[in-house]
């Protein structure tokens, strides 16, 4: 998606303003909410992969099966620990995010304190067309600022996402390729 300019929301009348914060405040915490869901879903899906490595690494000890069958444990082992390396490090791994909210400061800083006449008449050029109000101005300004958090919370959810699905289907396939190993030590070895 295409980032808006600087100024593209400065023409917007108020009900338009208070419509669109809200809606941008929305979309990111549901977004957050969704990246929370699927990093809880993944803690779940760490722990059993977590029981099943230790398991099969304890029947693998055990010495007691077929090397055929020691195989395909030796797989499933080796298999899942991966499907958890990577479940940590591209799902679980702690990352910077935006926020929605903003520091006073960085909200109010000196280039809006000093703002005069001037500084009105050129937001007025530019489309603004409410009261000369220095809130009102940055309330607009922000608006690109929830844009652009929204598309970084909107990416990191799809990142997170299609990184879960991948360890799920490795998961669901790890126990396929540990009897095809299996089998195919039973049958050449």
């Known amino acids: 998606m295409k980032k808006p300019h600087d100024e593209h929301f400065l023409d917007i009348d108020d009900d338009m303003l208070n419509f669109l914060e809200k809606q941008g405040e929305d979309c990111i915490r549901e977004i957050h909410q969704s990246n929370s869901l699927n990093k809880e879903n993944g803690q779940r899906l760490l722990s059993i992969l977590i029981v099943g490595i230790g398991s099969s690494f304890l029947l693998l000890t055990q010495n007691r099966y077929p090397g055929?069958?020691?195989?395909?444990?030796?797989?499933?082992?080796?298999?899942?620990?991966?499907?958890?390396?990577?479940?940590?490090?591209?799902?679980?791994?702690?990352?910077?995010?935006?926020?929605?909210?903003?520091?006073?400061?960085?909200?109010?800083?000196?280039?809006?304190?000093?703002?005069?006449?001037?500084?009105?008449?050129?937001?007025?050029?530019?489309?603004?067309?409410?009261?000369?109000s220095t809130l009102n101005i940055l309330r607009r300004y922000r608006l690109v600022d929830l844009n652009e958090i929204a598309e970084l919370s909107k990416n990191e959810n799809s990142r997170i996402g299609k990184g879960l699905e991948r360890v799920r289907i490795a998961t669901i396939l790890t126990p396929v390729c540990a009897l095809i190993i299996s089998a195919l030590t039973y049958f050449f070895f």
């Open 68 to 132: 055929f069958l020691a195989a395909g444990i030796a797989v499933f082992t080796v298999y899942w620990a991966l499907c958890a390396v990577y479940l940590v490090i591209y799902v679980l791994s702690v990352r910077r995010r935006a926020l929605a909210s903003s520091t006073p400061y960085a909200l109010y800083h000196a280039g809006y304190k000093e703002f005069d006449e001037a500084d009105h008449s050129n937001f007025k050029s530019k489309g603004y067309t409410g009261a000369p």
